[in-house]
């Protein structure tokens, strides 16, 4: 099984102010998000959303939400590891993409997503 790094997520109250941040540090700007239920925005290099933004108005100081990862391993075979870890893990789908996201919940509070086609 083969991962890249995907995404670091954050969350944050002010999106637009990090949005700024990003873009006048590493050169990255707003680009496509799916339709995700909840808002948020994502910040690209080319054509690879490096940053991902979820907005909650709850955060008075911006945190880290989570790393990603990605694989081109069947999603099946991903969560049956997952679930042979014994560690708690939550799972989702990028609306409309066909991808699955299995959120685990490392110790210590750290919380990866391991993105896999379905």
């Known amino acids: 099984m083969t991962w890249t790094f995907d ?6 109250a002010d999106g637009e102010t990090l949005q700024e941040n990003f873009a006048a540090l590493l050169g990255l700007t707003r680009g496509r998000r799916p339709p995700f239920p909840f808002p948020g925005r994502w910040l690209y290099q080319d054509a690879h959303a490096l940053v991902h933004v ?11 939400s989570h790393i990603a990862f990605r694989t081109d391993t069947p999603a099946e075979t991903v969560l049956q590891r997952v679930r042979d870890s014994g ?14 996201q ?6 210590g509070g750290l919380v990866l997503e391991l993105d896999a086609l379905a």
């Open 7 to 12: 995404h670091l997520a954050f969350n944050s």
């Open 102 to 107: 299995i959120f685990v919940q490392m110790p």
């Open 54 to 64: 979820i907005e909650q108005p709850t955060f008075e100081e911006t945190a880290l």
């Open 87 to 100: 560690l708690p893990y939550q799972l989702a789908q990028v609306p409309g993409e066909g991808i699955w």
